[in-house]
């Protein structure tokens, strides 16, 4: 029944993002740039504190999100009572993107940090 209704669903999640005034790149180690899909040399960033961050290294928040379009074929897979892993696999198939990504693309950016993505996407 409420497939029949529903036209997306959105995830989201609040990131803090990385203060501007003691950002700093670096080129992380193996293991973290495998973690982050990085190319070789491929910089990350973390930040120190400043008196502009209260000494946090954080200032704000961020948010990223995927937002799932419920199709014809996403529809059928629902009230086929396909297990959500599947239901997502077609969706990143049709173009989703997920919130993994979302916030590995603010990573890449320098606006908040892997270790924070982490944070907020470990129970996703």
């Known amino acids: 029944m409420i497939s029949s209704c529903i036209i997306g669903v959105l995830a989201q999640r609040l990131v803090r993002k990385i203060c501007t005034q003691c950002r700093e790149s670096y080129i992380p180690g193996e293991d973290l740039r495998k973690t982050a899909g990085l190319k070789e040399g491929e910089p990350l960033y973390k930040s120190r504190g400043c008196d502009a961050c209260n000494n946090l290294g954080f200032k704000g928040r961020k948010c990223i999100a995927e937002f799932l379009y419920v199709d014809d074929a996403i529809r059928r897979l629902i009230i086929s009572h396909k297990d959500s892993n599947e239901i997502m696999k077609e969706a990143v ?21 892997l270790d924070e993505l982490l944070r907020v996407s470990s129970d996703t």
């Open 93 to 113: 198939k049709r173009g989703t993107k997920i919130l993994w990504e979302d916030g590995l693309e603010a990573v890449r950016k320098g606006e908040t940090t």
